[in-house]
């Protein structure tokens, strides 16, 4: 299994980045999707949660701190997940990971290399 994680980079607040995370060797839509961030001196935090949603369509949860700011969404077609983030703030500075496992694992499953976004003016 392999994530590939890009679209990060410097951004001003108030303003968007879309990430992308891309995957080989499993299939996002058959499994549970996580996204996730670390900011230095921090844990990893987990902002968006797209657990796995059988034949209906996913319902991501996010943290309360990206609500209302970020979106969630899969290409299943591309077996690709997309993370749009809007109204950034510079407190969203992190690398940001994409991580992929199954749904009945307790382990943690499989992590992209992570993409910098960095929000400052």
């Known amino acids: 299994v392999q994530l590939q994680a890009s679209g990060g980079g410097l951004v001003q607040p108030g303003g968007s980045l879309r990430l992308t995370c891309a995957a080989s060797g499993i299939i996002f839509r058959l499994n549970s999707v996580g996204w996730y961030r670390q900011a230095p001196g921090n844990e990893r935090e987990l902002v968006a949660d797209?657990?796995?949603?059988?034949?209906?369509?996913?319902?991501?949860t996010y943290s309360d701190s990206v609500k209302g700011r970020f979106t969630a969404s899969r290409d299943a077609a591309k077996n690709t997940e997309y993370l749009q983030m809007d109204n950034l703030k510079p407190e969203d500075t992190a690398v940001y990971y994409c991580?992929?496992?199954?749904?009945?694992?307790?382990?943690?499953?499989?992590w992209g290399q992570g993409t910098q976004v960095t929000v400052s003016s």
């Open positions: 991580n992929v496992k199954y749904p009945w694992a307790a382990d943690s499953g499989w």
């Open positions: 797209i657990p796995f949603s059988g034949t209906s369509a996913p319902s991501p």
